[in-house]
């Protein structure tokens, strides 16, 4: 069995009267994050770790921010054609391990609802799949409010 892993970051502004879509969940707060898609900072992150770990570069170049086509799309469809990406390449994915870091609100609670949307798009069980969050300690843009990160470490699989 030939394995690889990969690692995947991504951030994006939030602001007020934007959707706050993380993981496929639409999360109620007073600010969302925005970008040329639904701006789903979990999933990107997850796409990018996955995209790396196959060496089939980064999720920008497959779905460029200035193509309409991706304009507003709902990141699980990036996932989903991402994963088709590796599947042509012969590769299954192992796990997902991923990090969100922002000061609010409270991802625990949404964690199972992310882990369903998650495995439907990647076609795998909620089990291989690890989400978890922090806050920045209120400190730097993490910790105003200005932006969310998300991290993500992917480990994926092949016959030799
Ligand atoms: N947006 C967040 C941030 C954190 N959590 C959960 O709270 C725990 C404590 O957070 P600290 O940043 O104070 O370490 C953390 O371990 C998470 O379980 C959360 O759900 N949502
Ligand atoms: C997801 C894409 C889709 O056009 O746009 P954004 O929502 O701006 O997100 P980013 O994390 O900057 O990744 C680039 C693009 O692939």
Not at 50 to 62: E, S
Not at 105 to 126: D, R, T, Y
């Amino acid at each position: 069995m030939k394995i690889r892993v990969g690692f995947g970051f991504d951030v994006h502004q939030l602001a007020e009267k934007h959707p706050f879509i993380m993981g496929g969940v639409n999360l109620e707060h007073h600010s969302g994050a925005f970008g040329h898609s639904d701006a789903d900072v979990l999933v990107h992150a997850i796409c990018d770790g996955l995209l790396g770990a196959a060496n089939l570069r980064d999720i920008g170049f497959h779905f460029s921010n200035t193509d309409d086509r991706w304009k507003g799309i709902s990141s699980l469809l990036i996932l989903k054609e991402c994963v088709s990406l590796l599947k042509e390449k012969g590769w299954e994915i192992g796990n997902i391990d991923a990090m969100l870091c922002l000061e609010a609100p409270k991802i625990n609670p949404h964690i199972p609802q992310m882990k369903l949307n998650i495995a439907w798009a990647a076609g795998i069980s909620e089990d291989d799949i690890s989400i978890k969050a922090t806050t920045n300690e209120t400190m730097g843009f993490i910790g105003r409010q200005e932006g969310v990160v998300a991290y993500a470490v992917c480990l994926i699989e092949k016959e030799k």
